[in-house]
């Protein structure tokens, strides 16, 4: 095969390829059957012949070489659009392994669903075999992956998102452990008949088999449904390794935040998808002095160093940023880095070959080609980009980017932060009493669901450590990790992080915002470090610790007195209703949740009483 590029892509496995690796390529390859395959070298050369290559088909569009230099539009099929959490399965020997939080369907059966829908699904297309590292190659807390997939769209995607190619493949030898991940957008050709731009099934399963490390996903090609490595790896399967090797595998974004004194310290901070994860992992200060660096923006996996501390790597090489409300307002450094070599999917496109979403510019365009291809104009009644539409970039080219975001020992942390969007009853923050009421914080985080998963938006929903949808085994188990982890670094009798609860969506009585959010959350940031370095004191209340009265810096801030008193109101109704909604919530883990999570309702209800 060759493109207007000359690129010759390698069908052969390489010499260096191991053995066992390339008898399971054969395998699934002999079950899917692919007219070719190719063994993905990860070159700058191999990803312009693809995207040239889609180019071709019309799955890409090139956008105005000199607006958005090498960058790309997609256009999925309007029923590929996020993450399907209904189809997406964890397939463990036992159920109980799986939880209440996950579909689970016994591995026999869903090997035998599998073998059916895999048999022939690559017919006329090509299978690439992409072998992946998440982490910095050779650090300690890297782990190997390989994804088979017919997607070209997953290839270039993944060539963004992780470190790929023979860099990685080299380095895996027939004892090196890798997790196997194979997708197909299971939309086999007929000889001689037309691809689509955005080949898919309306049949969709998400697999994961945690005792054998494997993924199967098979109908989608949208995100976290085919980019495998990212929350079927990085996530579902890396927390069972994590469990049994004694890490944490987390939906956390890593900052580093340098004090006006130049003192550095770490946050991982977890929120629910499409909560302000990047726009907090990209934040400029309002307030004058600290400074705000990005490690990553969605992924965490943090283990006790050889120094006892806590640290952090971010496992993956890009990011994948939901589109609308990032703007020139909201996130100048995400719009910075999204300047060039982008691959955007579901936004709109401007007359003069550039992106447009909402929130990308106060003003609308007064014309755009909408994320389905249609005529758009401000009046026409509907978004023009869909509202979990992305942005797919390296996370090198991120003018934010910490010096230390590659450091294969990972960065110490000092904060632990968990977020959740929720209108009523949580505080702006508050600080955890200790270890074991911030785990709590972290088990019971409940937030409005967003357009990141398919369902309806805005309903309040259960989502433990923003992990729910991530979980590869039973939740329970992953707070009792998180237990032991409080327990084991206290041993190690070095610094343990503080843990945090922020909550920026807090409404008023008329519905609007009471916080302005963005660059000003790092006032909160401020009095988080303030607290971590001892500098200011704090008040004791039943949830928690909070800012006393004038030690959260609100200088130069509009904010009206009444709404700084609301943001910090201790709704004691509001507060028992969710005691009790957790205390429910705990019940349907059948006594797995441990037995200190379940002391804190108790002391939280003594307290109220
Ligand atoms: O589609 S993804 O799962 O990668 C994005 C998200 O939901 O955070
Ligand atoms: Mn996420």
Redesign the pocket.
Known sequence: MTTTTEHRFRTEAPEFAPAAMVAWVDEVAALAKPDQIVWVDGSQEEYEALTELMVERGTLIRLNEEKRPRSFLARSHPSDV??VESRTFICSERREDAGPTNNWVAPAEMRATLEGLFDGAMRGRTMYVLPFSMGPIGSPLARYGVELTDSPYVVASMRIMTRMGDQVLRRITDRTPWVKAVHTVGAPLEPGQEDVPWPCNETKYISHFPETREIWSFGSA????A?LA??SFALRIASVLARDEGWLAE?MLIIKVTSPEGKVFHAAAAFP??CGKTNLAMLQPTIPGWKVETVGD?IAWLGVGEDGLLRAINPEAGF?G?APGTGWSTNEIAMRTIQHDTIFTNVALTDDGDVWWEGATEEKPAHLIDWQGQNWTPDSGRPAAHP?S?FTVSAAQCPSIADDWEDPRGVVIDAIIFGGRRATTVPLVVEARDWSHGVYLGATVSSETTA??EGTVGRLRRDPFAMA?FYGYNAADHWKQWLDMGRRLREQGGRVPRIYQVNWFRKGADGRFLWPGFGENSRVLEWIFDRVAGKVPAKETPIGLVPTEGSLNTEGLDISPEALEELFRLDLEGILADAEGAAEYFETFEGRVPEELREQIETLKAQLA
Do not use: E
């Open positions: 996020a993450r949208y995100g976290g449904n980019l990212k929350k939906h998808s499409a969605d994948f939901v979990n992305r990141a998963a949808p």
